[in-house]
C-alpha cells in the first residue's frame, strides 16, 4: 500500500517511509483521512505508507492502513478523544521502527523534504514542535523512533498516572511524564519555520501581511487548532460570524489563505 510519487530533483532513498494519523472521535469525519492521503501523495516526495490508529472500524477510500485500537481500559473520560495519541509511544506495539506522525488537523502546503531530512539529522528518538504558547512539547507533528526511554509515556498513561498539567490531553501528558522522567534529553524541535499555525498567520497578516506570507510560503505544514477547522475556512457561514464577531477586523481578515489552502484541501476530494 501506499504511495510511489517522488518529487522531481531528490534522490529516492531506499526505504519506504511510514506515517501516522489518528482519527478518534467525530471532530473529524473520513473524508479527511482521504484529503490527507491525496496531500501526501503529492508532497511526501517519497514512497510512503499511511497508517491510521482509530478507535473504530471506519471506509476510506485512500489505500491506507488502519489500526483499531478501541478503548482501552485505561481510557480516560477527563481526558480529550485524541489520548490515543498516548499509544504511539507504547513500546513493540507498532510493525514499524520508526514513523512520522501528522495531526489530520493539519494541511500539507508543499514538499516535506525539510522535515524529513531535519528529522534523519537527529538522534534523538522524539522530534517534534515546540509549542506555540507555553513551556510544553506540541505533539501535531512528530518524527518517532521505537525507544524504550520514550515508552514511560505509554507506560504511565496505562498504569493510571496522573499529572496536573495546563490542559488535559495527549501532548501536555507526554510533556509532564518526560519532565517527571527527566528524558526531555531525548526530545529534539523542527524548525519554527517548517510548521506554522494558521491562527498565528492570521494574527501576523493583521499588521505584517507581507512577513505573514513569507512565513507561509517558507513553511510546508499548516496547523489548524481548535476552530476553524480545516473545513471551515472554506465555508461562507464561517467567515459570517467570523466578521459579526470582529466587525473591525473584516477587511483584513477576509477569506484569509482560502484561495492557497482550497489548492491543497482538494488533492484528496
Avoid at 504511539?88 to 488537523?105: A, M, N, Q, T, V
Avoid at 528518538?125 to 506555540?132: E, K, M
Avoid at 467570523?242 to 484569509?256: A, E, F, K, N, T
Wanted: charged residues 30%; hydrophobic residues 35%; proline residues 5%.
Amino acid at each position: 500500500m501506499g504511495s510511489d510519487n517522488v518529487s522531481e530533483g531528490w534522490e529516492e532513498p531506499e526505504r519506504r517511509r511510514e506515517v501516522v494519523c489518528v482519527l478518534v472521535g467525530r471532530a473529524f469525519d473520513d473524508s479527511y483521512v482521504d484529503r490527507f492521503y491525496g496531500m501526501l501523495r503529492s508532497f511526501a516526495g517519497v514512497p510512503f505508507r499511511l497508517s491510521v490508529v482509530t478507535e473504530r472500524e471506519r471506509k476510506f477510500q485512500s489505500p491506507v492502513e488502519p489500526f483499531v485500537v478501541g478503548r482501552q481500559p485505561y481510557y480516560r473520560a477527563d481526558m480529550r478523544p485524541p489520548q490515543v495519541k498516548l499509544e504511539l509511544f507504547r513500546g513493540g506495539g507498532w510493525p514499524f521502527d520508526e514513523f512520522l506522525y501528522i495531526d489530520l488537523s493539519s494541511l500539507l502546503t508543499k514538499d516535506l523534504r525539510s522535515i524529513w531530512e531535519f528529522a534523519d539529522t537527529r538522534s534523538e528518538p522524539l522530534v517534534c514542535v515546540n509549542d506555540w504558547k507555553y513551556d510544553t512539547i506540541n505533539t501535531c507533528v512528530m518524527r518517532v523512533r521505537r525507544d524504550a526511554g520514550l515508552a514511560c509515556i505509554y507506560e504511565d498513561y496505562a498504569a493510571g498516572k496522573r499529572y496536573d498539567v495546563r490542559f488535559n490531553g495527549d501532548q501536555d501528558y507526554a510533556d509532564a511524564s518526560l519532565k517527571s522522567a527527566d528524558r526531555l534529553n531525548l526530545v529534539s524541535h523542527f524548525p519554527t519555520s517548517d510548521i506554522v499555525t494558521y491562527k498565528n498567520l492570521l494574527r501576523q497578516h493583521r499588521f505584517a501581511p507581507r512577513k505573514a506570507r513569507r512565513a507561509y510560503e517558507s513553511a510546508c505544514i499548516v496547523k489548524f487548532g481548535g476552530s476553524p477547522k480545516p473545513h471551515q475556512v472554506f465555508e461562507a457561514d464561517y467567515w459570517w460570524r467570523h466578521c459579526l464577531r470582529r466587525p473591525h477586523l473584516v477587511l483584513r481578515d477576509r477569506r484569509y489563505l482560502v484561495d492557497d489552502l482550497q489548492k491543497v484541501w482538494t488533492l484528496g476530494a
